[in-house]
C-alpha cells in the first residue's frame, strides 16, 4: 500500500524539478551573456593604435598592467558617449591601465570624439572592420572587461551606471589593487 | 522623394551581397559554410541562427566562418573558435560535456522512470 503512495507523488516530483529549472532561467537576464573569457587567459590579438601607424595595441600590453580595464568603444555608439565621463573618472585610478578598442569607426570620428570628451586611455586600438574584437566574443558595444595579471576577472555589457561603478566595478577593482 | 527613397532600396538590394561576392566558394565549401551559419546562434536576436538573421553581427560571423573555410578550416575547428570566443551558447545545439549530461539524457531517464512504473503497475494487475 505505501508503495503506491510514493507512485502517486513521482509527477509532482517530476513537475517541481522542471519549475526549479524554469526559475532559474526567468531569473536570469538572457540579454546578458557571460564571457567565456572569464578566468581565461587575456586572448591573443593586435591592433593598430589610433594616434599612431607604428605602434599596436596587443595582449603583451595588457598583460603587462597589474590591473587593465578594456573598453570597446564607438563614436556612433550613444552610450559610449553616455559612458565616458564614467572611463574619465576610472582613469584617475592609481594602478589601473584603461586601453580602448575602438570598433568598426571613421578614424577622424573617433579622434574627434576623444579630442571633445578626454582621452581616459593608455592606449587606444582600432578594429576597423571588427575581426579582432571577435576574439574578445564581443557581439553589443559597449563591453568592458576587467583583467587581472593577464587573466579575464570580469566582463561587463553594455554602458556602466554610475550605480554599477560603485556597486560592481570599484568592489572588483578594490579587491585587485 | 519618393522617388530618391526608391532609388536607394534599388541600391541597396544591388550592393548587398557584394561582401560575400568577393569570396568565391567550391560547391562543397558552400554546403558547409550553409551547415555551419545553420549551426551559430545570433547573439543579438537570441533565438535566430545567423543563417535566418541579417543583422550586423550575423554578417560578421558568417564572413569569418567563409574565411575560416577557405583558410582550410575543418568545421570542428571552426566551432572551438566560436565557442571560445563566445561561450558554449553560440552553437544551436549544445555540446556533449559532463555539464549538458541531464540534459542529454535527463528525458530518457524520465521515459525510463515511467516505463518501469507503468510495467510494474500492469505485472500487478495481472497478478
Known amino acids: 500500500m505505501n508503495k503506491i503512495k510514493i507512485i502517486y507523488f513521482t509527477p509532482v516530483v517530476i513537475v517541481l524539478i522542471f519549475l526549479i529549472f524554469l526559475f532559474q532561467l526567468l531569473n536570469k537576464d538572457v540579454k546578458k551573456l557571460s564571457s567565456a573569457l572569464i578566468e581565461k587567459p587575456v586572448p591573443?590579438?593586435?591592433?593598430?593604435?589610433?594616434?599612431?601607424?607604428?605602434?599596436?595595441?596587443?595582449?603583451?600590453?595588457?598583460?603587462?598592467?597589474?590591473?587593465?580595464?578594456?573598453?570597446?568603444?564607438?563614436?556612433?555608439?550613444?552610450?559610449?558617449?553616455?559612458?565616458?565621463?564614467?572611463?574619465?573618472?576610472?582613469?584617475?585610478?592609481?594602478?589601473?591601465?584603461?586601453?580602448?578598442?575602438?570598433?568598426?569607426?571613421?578614424?577622424?570620428?573617433?579622434?574627434?570624439?576623444?579630442?571633445?570628451?578626454?582621452?581616459?586611455?593608455?592606449?587606444?586600438?582600432?578594429?576597423?572592420?571588427?575581426?579582432?574584437?571577435?576574439?574578445?566574443?564581443?557581439?553589443?558595444?559597449?563591453?568592458?572587461?576587467?583583467?587581472?595579471?593577464g587573466t579575464v576577472i570580469y566582463k561587463h555589457i553594455g554602458p556602466i551606471h554610475l550605480n554599477e561603478l560603485e556597486n560592481v566595478i570599484l568592489p572588483i577593482l578594490a579587491k585587485l589593487l | 522623394m519618393k522617388t530618391r527613397s526608391l532609388i536607394i532600396i534599388i541600391f541597396l538590394f544591388i550592393f548587398s551581397p557584394v561582401a560575400f561576392a568577393e569570396l568565391k566558394l567550391t560547391k562543397e565549401q558552400d554546403s558547409r559554410a550553409t551547415e555551419l551559419f545553420k549551426e551559430t546562434r545570433c547573439l543579438v536576436c537570441q533565438s535566430q541562427t545567423i543563417y535566418d538573421s541579417n543583422s550586423e553581427m550575423a554578417t560578421d560571423l558568417k564572413l569569418y566562418i567563409i574565411e575560416q573555410i577557405i583558410a582550410g578550416k575543418s568545421n570542428y575547428e571552426i566551432e572551438n573558435q566560436l565557442v571560445k570566443n563566445y561561450g558554449e551558447w553560440i552553437l544551436m545545439t549544445p555540446a556533449f560535456s559532463q555539464s549538458n549530461y541531464f540534459l542529454w539524457f535527463g528525458p530518457f531517464i524520465i521515459l525510463l522512470l515511467g516505463a518501469i512504473m507503468m510495467l510494474r503497475y500492469i505485472l500487478k494487475n495481472n497478478e
Open chain 1, 44 to 149: 591573443e590579438f593586435e591592433m593598430q593604435t589610433l594616434y599612431s601607424d607604428i605602434t599596436l595595441l596587443n595582449s603583451n600590453d595588457i598583460n603587462s598592467s597589474n590591473v587593465a580595464l578594456v573598453n570597446v568603444w564607438a563614436s556612433w555608439c550613444i552610450p559610449c558617449r553616455a559612458e565616458h565621463e564614467i572611463l574619465m573618472l576610472l582613469s584617475k585610478i592609481e594602478g589601473l591601465d584603461l586601453y580602448g578598442i575602438n570598433y568598426k569607426d571613421k578614424k577622424i570620428n573617433a579622434l574627434n570624439f576623444i579630442d571633445n570628451l578626454g582621452n581616459p586611455f593608455k592606449k587606444i586600438g582600432v578594429d576597423k572592420n571588427g575581426r579582432s574584437s571577435m576574439v574578445w566574443g564581443v557581439y553589443g558595444i559597449p563591453e568592458t572587461f576587467i583583467i587581472h595579471k
